[in-house]
């Protein structure tokens, strides 16, 4: 077997490193060196090359030679039991990081397998078609277009969910105890990293929602800010909603920018060793600092790099964090490339809050707890058939609780003459056929009013405001 040489090394602070559909995951090269693979005659590895040279001497058909090579480079990481472990093929590596690199065509979820089945890893991008039709993280797709996906292969169930902007895609949910389906046209996804405004009531509040932490979100950051400090803002809040994570480097530049020098940005070790540590410095944030009011929004889709950025705030600066727990991924990954151009992503080390917590599966518990309402976490309604008077199902108790929420009197499980007169008064409010059932259209127009009135309250936000001008 030919040794492969790693040519450098990058590091990644990501809640998914197995594979994307969107591309809403990017890498850092933070060293360079190279790592030379052992040679498999002198160590443990000696079974590999034994069985690999057995059955290209007798087994009973030809065998491509890099076909065994791939499967065992993908049986290592497989057999370690990481989701954020994995190794990718040239091909696949190739297209990953051609989604990284620009916008592109897809659905904007990403995806790992966990227990054989598919299951979105992350908050979908924000806009984008996934988030549009109600994905969220840890969704599990039991069939894409009618095809069961236990089983199958991560690249074959992301290529199939990949398509062309404008193509529809149907997938298979399993939410805990709920199954629905949903269609979802595909579109382009733009990498956007942050979106900034002042407060429509408080003109002196900035509110910056960061996306994900993306090659220049640092110096986003820092152009918003200056410009929100030219338009009167005096205050700021710092949206972490549903972000996923992403370059290393970035978050502890921008964390820098909230601390004061000297202070503990996040810590790494090893077992229960704490290795190094990040400190906020000149060297890091340019002198650019950040000393007005700030609350950090987050909730439990925050993930990884999000979670350093509010664990670091809060600990270190004091600075009030508004919302939910996090999602709780403690763990650093490094992404590494042969010469071949496959790659290796693997978990390397943990990281640690400035007081030495680790997060994993457990999360940064907010200072000030705020919660969205309980129809804003419920599935979307299925659009495999249409509901009508005398259905009775958790799509119909869904549909009772939508309207409810947009204060047609409905409520219970059933799909009864009061739920029928609420659809028709919608439909006629909202120009669509006053049917009194709901088909695939009146459905979406639902949740796009649902959503519209979840921006607009928005008790998590308003929260964080409160804090503000308390």
């Known amino acids: 077997m030919k040794n492969k040489k790693i040519s450098f090394t990058k590091y990644v602070i990501s809640l998914v490193v197995v594979a994307l559909i969107t591309g809403g995951l990017v890498y850092w090269i933070t060293t360079s060196g190279t790592f030379q693979a052992y040679s498999l005659s002198g160590n443990d590895l000696y079974k590999v090359q034994a069985l690999y040279n057995n059955i290209q001497e007798n087994y009973y058909e030809d065998v491509d030679d890099n076909e065994l090579v791939e499967g065992a480079l993908e049986g290592m990481t497989d057999a370690l039991d990481d989701p954020y472990t994995s190794y990718l093929g040239e091909q696949d590596a190739e297209e990953l990081n051609n989604s990284l690199s620009s916008d592109f065509e897809g659905i904007g979820a990403t995806l790992t397998i966990i227990d054989d089945l598919p299951e979105v890893s992350e ?43 404008g193509s529809t895609v149907t997938l298979e949910v399993e939410r805990e105890e709920d199954h629905f389906e949903v269609e979802i046209k595909r579109d382009t996804i733009p990498l956007e ?65 909230f601390l004061e020098d000297g202070q503990t940005i996040v810590q790494f070790g090893r077992d229960d060793e704490i290795t190094n540590e990040s400190e906020a410095s000149e060297r890091l944030d340019g002198g650019f600092k950040v000393k007005e009011p700030t609350v950090v929004l987050v909730d439990q889709q925050s993930a990884s790099a999000s979670e350093i950025f509010a664990a670091a705030l809060k ?79 958790d799509d119909t108790e869904n549909l009772n609780a939508f ?39 009146t459905s979406s127009v639902i949740e796009q009013e649902v959503v519209q009135k979840i921006q607009e309250s928005d008790p998590m936000y308003n929260k964080a405001i409160e804090e503000l001008t308390k």
């Open 403 to 441: 309207l409810q929420a947009l204060d047609y009197p409905t409520e219970g499980e059933e799909f009864n003459e009061e739920t029928e007169q609420a659809v028709q008064d919608f439909q006629e409010k909202n120009d669509l056929e006053p049917t009194g059932s709901v088909n695939q259209e």
């Open 315 to 393: 600990e270190s600066a004091n600075i009030p964090i508004v919302g939910t727990n996090t999602f709780g991924k403690g763990t650093v990954q490094s992404v590494s490339d042969f010469s071949d151009n496959s790659e290796v992503r693997m978990t390397i080390q943990k990281w640690l809050t400035p007081n030495g917590e680790w997060i994993n599966e457990e999360g940064v518990d907010p200072t000030i707890e705020a919660e969205l309402p309980d129809y804003a976490y419920l599935p979307p309604l299925s659009t495999e058939e249409e509901l009508k008077k005398g259905d009775e199902s």
């Open 193 to 257: 990293s942050l979106d900034y405004n002042l407060d429509e009531d408080h003109q002196d509040i900035g509110n910056i929602e960061i996306a994900s932490f993306n090659e220049n979100t640092a110096q986003e950051l820092r152009d918003a800010i200056k410009n929100l400090r030219n338009e009167g803002a005096e205050s700021f809040v710092i949206d972490m909603r549903q972000n996923p994570g992403g370059y290393l480097d970035q978050v502890e530049e921008m964390t820098s920018m």
């Open 123 to 165: 908050a979908p991008v924000k806009d984008s078609p996934a988030e549009k039709a109600g994905l969220q993280a840890e969704d599990k797709i039991l069939k894409v277009d009618g095809k069961e996906t236990e089983g199958e292969d991560l690249d074959t169930v992301v290529q199939t969910i990949r398509g062309e902007k």
